[in-house]
């Protein structure tokens, strides 16, 4: 497998690269040290509800050459693991050739259960302070943002999706006909029901003002039917 030049990760780092503000002004200054350094980060770590064994990622990156230390990051109050670390190589190849092999793989378990899919990017190198998360609850900023996205979500239900006043499933077209026309399924049956006994009394209107029928509705035509019978 090829490995990446310091250049190729620099350009491929860039989009999702998290910028360090407390040690580097901007992210170009911050990807060309991490491509002179030997430290990768590793993020998406499951660290709930049990946190992913440290011997776990250190035999998973030592297939990329020899690890010197891995720094597992906490969280600011409760001092846990909140799913990032980092993995210091001997060597600046090794660190390289990580990004390229590891960077989109899965931890697996020693019972044949996986871990989520990891990222791996190239850090500019472990300082002391960096093993913190420094999001507003003590973990990690984008594991912060993942969670207020999340929560609205569930708070703001989604809105119609075929242009009605109705949330949920979209209406069929034939539903939807019968609701204009007047009450749905119950109503349209109505309206039907209704129009026969229409049609029935107007035939029967018809029938009597042909002397067909027994109504009232030509009584002189009747009449003279009745004188003639006698």
């Known amino acids: 497998m090829s490995i990446l030049s310091g250049s190729e990760?620099?350009?491929k780092s860039e989009t999702n690269v998290y910028l360090d503000r407390k040690y580097y002004a901007d992210l170009t200054s911050q990807l060309e040290v991490s491509t002179r350094s030997s430290t990768v980060y590793v993020g998406n770590?499951?660290?709930?509800?049990?946190?992913?064994?440290?011997?776990?990622?250190h035999a998973?990156?030592?297939?990329a050459g020899p690890v010197d230390e891995i720094i597992m990051g906490i969280n600011r109050n409760?001092?846990?693991?909140c799913g990032f670390c980092f993995v210091v190589y001997e060597d600046i190849t090794s660190a390289r050739e990580a990004v390229t092999m590891l960077n989109g793989t899965r931890l697996w378990k020693v019972d044949g259960s996986g871990h989520g899919i990891i990222r791996v990017e190239l850090d500019p190198g472990f300082k002391s302070g960096r093993q913190f998360g420094r999001g507003s609850s003590g973990a990690q900023v984008r594991s912060d943002r993942l969670n207020n996205s999340s929560q609205k979500r569930r708070r703001d239900p989604e809105p119609p999706r075929d242009g009605s006043d109705h949330y949920g499933p979209p209406m069929t077209e034939k539903k939807k006909e019968k609701e204009e026309k007047g009450g749905g399924e119950e109503g349209g049956?109505?309206?039907e029901e209704e129009s026969g006994d229409t049609k029935m009394e107007t035939a029967n209107a018809d029938a009597d003002a042909d002397g067909d029928g027994d109504g009232d509705a030509n009584p002189a035509k009747r009449r003279r039917v009745d004188d003639g019978a006698e």
């Open 9 to 11: 990760i620099l350009f």
């Open 45 to 57: 770590l499951i660290f709930d509800p049990e946190p992913t064994p440290e011997d776990l990622i």
């Open 60 to 63: 998973h990156f030592s297939m």
């Open 78 to 81: 409760t001092k846990m693991p």
């Open 189 to 191: 049956e109505k309206k």
